[in-house]
């Protein structure tokens, strides 16, 4: 079964730093590329960074870019997102996402990571 | 701010056929594939269509999707009290080199 654990969220200050972790099982990690996808409160969906299956490739919406950093350890079948200079507006759920490539859509989520940023 | 546009309602009583549209451009829609998600009241997205029309394994067959040009849509048919969640379209941007979803639709059955 596919499965994929984030952990990490919590209540930040802004200006902080926060990573998040996903981890995966069920499936070879390293086939796949994956995806952070956020989702303010009452909000819709936002996709934050995509990463490819060797964690060569790197790509980052412009809201985020510059200050999260997405990776991944293969060995460890864990995706990250470092989080720097966090502001309010980066208040969500976050989810990772694994991405079966060829623009066929996120096939599994987990099951998401709040993360509050307030002084 | 979402670079897809979807209404966001839409509704029917049990039976009936719902409609939600996604409008895009020639750097998302027009130039790639649209996927469809599913999201139920407090609980992580779906993958319900992929690749403009093809439903994943366990996907009913009420549920069809479509593309043409810059525009794609997703039917429901013979809605089902179940079938009330939010939906969002979502497509690879050329322009943005990554990943855009739609504005969402909350579908309400009556």
């Known amino acids: 079964e596919v499965q994929l654990l984030e952990s990490g969220g919590g209540l930040v200050q802004p200006g902080v730093s926060l990573r998040f972790s996903c981890a995966a099982s069920?499936?070879?990690?390293?086939?796949?590329?994956m995806s952070w996808v956020r989702q303010a409160p009452g909000k819709g969906l936002e996709w934050v960074a995509a990463?490819?299956?060797?964690?060569?490739?790197?790509y980052y919406a412009d809201s985020v870019k510059g200050r999260f950093t997405i990776s991944r350890d293969n060995s460890k079948n864990t995706l990250y997102l470092q989080m720097n200079s966090l502001r309010a507006e980066d208040s969500a759920v976050y989810y990772c996402a694994r991405d079966p490539g060829s623009r066929k859509g996120f096939d599994a989520w987990g099951q998401g990571t709040l993360v509050t940023v307030s002084s | 701010q979402s670079v897809l546009t979807q209404p966001p309602s839409a509704s029917g009583t049990p039976g009936q056929r719902v409609t939600i549209s996604c409008s895009g451009s020639?750097?998302?829609?027009?130039?790639?594939?649209v996927n469809w998600y599913q999201q139920l009241p407090g609980t992580a997205p779906k993958l319900l269509m992929y690749s403009n029309s093809q439903r994943p394994s366990g996907v009913p067959d009420r549920f069809s999707g479509s593309k043409s040009g810059t525009s794609a849509s997703l039917a429901i048919s013979g809605l089902q009290s179940e079938d009330e969640a939010d939906y969002y379209c979502?497509?690879?941007?050329?322009?943005?080199?990554?990943?855009?979803f739609g504005t969402g639709t909350k579908v309400t059955v009556l």
């Open positions: 020639s750097s998302n829609i027009g130039s790639t594939a």
């Open positions: 990463i490819s299956g060797s964690g060569g490739n790197t």
């Open positions: 979502a497509a690879w941007d050329d322009s943005l080199n990554g990943y855009v």
């Open positions: 069920g499936f070879i990690f390293s086939n796949y590329a």
